[in-house]
């Protein structure tokens, strides 16, 4: 019997290390705004890239921008505390950028959150928060049966427009409505700083919009996605993905093809360019970055989970 609790001790002990415990986790600080590309991945599962989810960060200030699957284990590995998280924003609803709400919502309680959460997001947020409250009610009234103290899942939903902006933390937000799908809403965010400012495209094509966004001032750090045609029409043609020509056709028209990436860059002139949610993930990140190149003079990196810009 002592053994046995000998064992259990030891395995307490060496959950309490604060890199993996987020309730020790200290304060994680920058100097300068960063970004950290919590998931690369898009809507197929990629057992190397989480969904999409960035973490914008400046001091102490931490703001989620999208949660796709896994961000709340990506937000820990990252050694990001809950209670530092000031906001969440969506740039739009398709699943793969929200589908780890409900568990990074429901990690408030076991983290400790002590504070609201504060979300923005296209119309329609506000009823995706509240379908998430309702699948939970069961849940959560148990937690409070038991005594747990649940004001981390406080939420306050703003539902934005078009040139949008507000400020978080000493961070200048701004927005731009842009060109993904016809009936969704997608919104690209810059992120500003006296010393330095990110822009975040989300799902889009070539977008007028984003590129008047990127000029209201000099552009840092640009992330943005990006998608192969090519290589979607072959693993359509070829059965790897689900579909026809007409599928590849829509697939291809509500994202960024290099060509249009290539334009974009030309206008907007960032000093670096940090590839996200690469369609298909299979696509060689060597390749993208060397085809970029030939184009563009700045830096060029197709980022991996956990990448700091």
Partial sequence: MSEYRDMIINKLESVQEPGRNPIRMPIRREKELKIITLGTGAPVPDVARAGPSNA????????????????????????????????LIFTHLHQDHINAWPTIWMDSIFTR????WKIWGPVGTKEVINAIKIFNQNDIEDRMTAGINIEGLETEVHEIEKGFSWEIGGIKITCALTSHIPTMPCFSFRFDTPEKSILLSGDTTKNENLIQLAKLKPVDVLVHEVIL????????????????????????????????????????????????????TISSPEYIERTVKNYFNGEVVCANDLDVF
Wanted: glycine share 4%.
């Fill in 113 to 116: 959150r002590t504070k609201s």
């Fill in 229 to 280: 045609d090519d290589v979607i029409r072959f693993a359509i043609s070829n059965q790897f993905l689900l579909g026809n020509d007409s599928t590849a056709d829509f697939i291809i028209n509500s994202h960024t093809t290099i060509p249009q990436l290539i334009d974009i860059l030309n206008e907007i002139k960032p000093k670096k360019l940090v590839l996200t949610h690469i369609v298909p």
């Fill in 56 to 87: 914008i960060l400046y001091k102490r200030t931490c703001i989620l921008v999208d949660c796709g699957r896994w961000a709340s284990m990506r937000i820990i590995e990252a050694g990001i505390n809950f209670n530092q998280i000031e906001g």
